[in-house]
């Protein structure tokens, strides 16, 4: 099995970025389990509480929003930045201003002590950090945000419940994620090799468009019990799987197995691509190399599944005069490869959902958050730290482009599983 290896040197630390996954890793474990180190996600938690006790000083100062009662007018928000955890962190800071009713004036600028506070992290900044983790890998949300604006002097008047209580629930819902509210039409299957660990991650694309990282496993490669739990954990965490389903994989034989076993019929499986071009050329000489890569290629970009899969058994013809293990490795699982070509997907979707990119472009943000890390000394400490790195990377996801294409996709998967369900009863009789 071929496999995408990105290789990086930065302090020390070699990170390979892999296209094929085997882990095992729980978020409850990983909540309970938080620790320091882990400081980009509570980073995550702080930001959140920063701009809502932001917002509630300044409604605190100019009132609700246009209510006008006051002598303070809200003049909109611009980018800023505090200090959390050591590091500098973009915020929208809300900004404020003095009526004035002078002509041609609009007033003095009105600074919250909040933000102030916030971008002067001092000596203490590292013992409201460490609470802030202590607090979230408890989960006592309440008593966490309480005792972070307390850690940085914030009045108890702008800590108010009300605020207290708005924030905390946003913290429960961004450490305990509920499944069955998303609704999910692809899952992209793939992992993250670290240090001398690999992590199964699950990304879930819904039928909005939009993206969202799901699970992730710790384990061996080609484990067949570990590839068997991620599936299972998504289930079990309230992912709808009584529709069917795009569930892309690289091929590895554990996996696939898996996913047929949890899901049934209602997987329908599309094996990546560029995957299946790395596996053949593997097995030829790196001068035949561009000549079969360019050939294989340019089938897969055939619009006509029955055009692409007849210039594939080509191929598969030569590659048997050629290199026997080659055409092998071409033929095998050759039509779950041409799934997008079967559901007619149109290309602003296919080249999406043609391989696992999705997945490997989330894992190439997370590096960055990686690189904090000086010395990999437990698993543990690389679960904890890959999970901060999805995280932090899914805050960057965007819409898939061609979002309003995705009820092209859900009606041909809705058909594709109707076909496969006949000819299965067919088959039966």
């Given at each position: 099995m071929g496999k995408k290896k990105v290789a990086r040197e930065n302090n020390g630390i070699k990170l390979m970025i892999n296209g094929m996954p085997d882990g095992a890793f729980d978020m409850e474990g990983l909540m309970n389990s938080l620790r320091v180190e882990m400081r980009s996600l509570a980073v995550s938690a702080g930001t959140v509480m920063i701009e809502a006790i932001m917002e509630s000083e300044s409604?605190?100062?100019?009132?609700?929003?246009?209510?006008?009662?006051?002598?303070?007018?809200?003049?909109?928000t611009e980018s800023g930045y505090v200090l959390l955890g050591g590091q500098k962190v973009r915020v929208r800071r809300p900004r404020l201003r003095t009526k004035d009713k002078s002509e041609g004036s609009c007033g003095q600028e009105v600074s919250l002590t909040g933000y102030d506070e916030f971008q002067n992290e001092g000596a203490r900044g590292e013992s409201v950090f460490n609470r802030l983790v202590a607090g979230v890998s408890s989960r006592n949300y309440a008593r966490t945000v309480e005792e972070f604006g307390d850690g940085y002097g914030i009045s108890k008047s702008v800590i108010s419940r009300k605020m207290v209580e708005a924030t905390a629930g946003k913290l429960k819902e961004l450490y305990e994620r509920d499944l069955s509210r998303l609704d999910i039409c692809v899952l992209v299957l793939d992992g993250i090799h670290v240090s001398e660990t690999v992590q199964i991650v699950a990304l879930g694309v819904e039928t909005s468009g939009k993206k969202h990282i799901l699970r992730m496993r710790q384990g061996a490669t080609g484990n067949s019990v570990v590839c068997k739990e991620l599936p299972e954990d998504i289930q079990t965490r309230g992912l709808q799987t009584d529709r069917p389903m795009l569930v892309l994989l690289d091929g590895?034989?554990?996996?696939?197995?898996?996913?047929?076993?949890?899901?049934?019929?209602?997987?329908?499986?599309?094996?990546?691509?560029?995957?299946?071009?790395?596996?053949?050329?593997?097995?030829?000489?790196?001068?035949?190399?561009?000549?079969?890569?360019?050939?294989?290629?340019?089938?897969?970009?055939?619009?006509?599944?029955?055009?692409?899969?007849?210039?594939?058994?080509?191929?598969?013809?030569?590659?048997?005069?050629?290199?026997?293990?080659?055409?092998?490795?071409?033929?095998?699982?050759?039509?779950?490869?041409?799934?997008?070509?079967?559901?007619?997907?149109?290309?602003?979707?296919?080249?999406?959902?043609?391989?696992?990119?999705?997945?490997?472009?989330?894992?190439?943000?997370?590096?960055?958050?990686?690189?904090?890390?000086?010395?990999?000394?437990?698993?543990?400490?690389?679960?904890?730290?890959?999970?901060?790195?999805?995280?932090?990377?899914?805050?960057?996801?965007?819409?898939?482009?061609?979002?309003?294409?995705?009820?092209?996709?859900?009606?041909?998967?809705?058909?594709?599983?109707?076909?496969r369900t006949l000819d299965t009863k067919q088959l039966a009789a």
């Open positions: 409604e605190q100062l100019a009132g609700r929003r246009y209510s006008r009662k006051t002598d303070v007018d809200r003049w909109g590895a034989k554990a996996l696939r197995s898996a996913v047929e076993e949890t899901f049934g019929t209602r997987a329908i499986v599309q094996r990546c691509q560029l995957h299946k071009r790395r596996n053949v050329l593997q097995h030829l000489p790196k001068r035949y190399h561009a000549e079969y890569d360019r050939k294989i290629s340019t089938a897969y970009g055939m619009r006509s599944h029955d055009d692409a899969r007849k210039e594939l058994d080509s191929i598969i013809r030569e590659l048997d005069r050629l290199n026997q293990s080659a055409a092998n490795s071409l033929r095998e699982g050759l039509e779950e490869t041409l799934t997008v070509h079967q559901l007619k997907l149109p290309d602003v979707l296919r080249k999406h959902f043609f391989s696992t990119n999705l997945i490997e472009s989330a894992f190439s943000q997370g590096v960055s958050v990686m690189q904090n890390v000086k010395r990999w000394r437990n698993s543990g400490q690389i679960q904890r730290w890959t999970a901060t790195a999805l995280l932090e990377a899914e805050k960057k996801f965007g819409k898939i482009t061609g979002f309003k294409s995705m009820n092209v996709m859900v009606a041909a998967l809705d058909e594709e599983y109707r076909r």
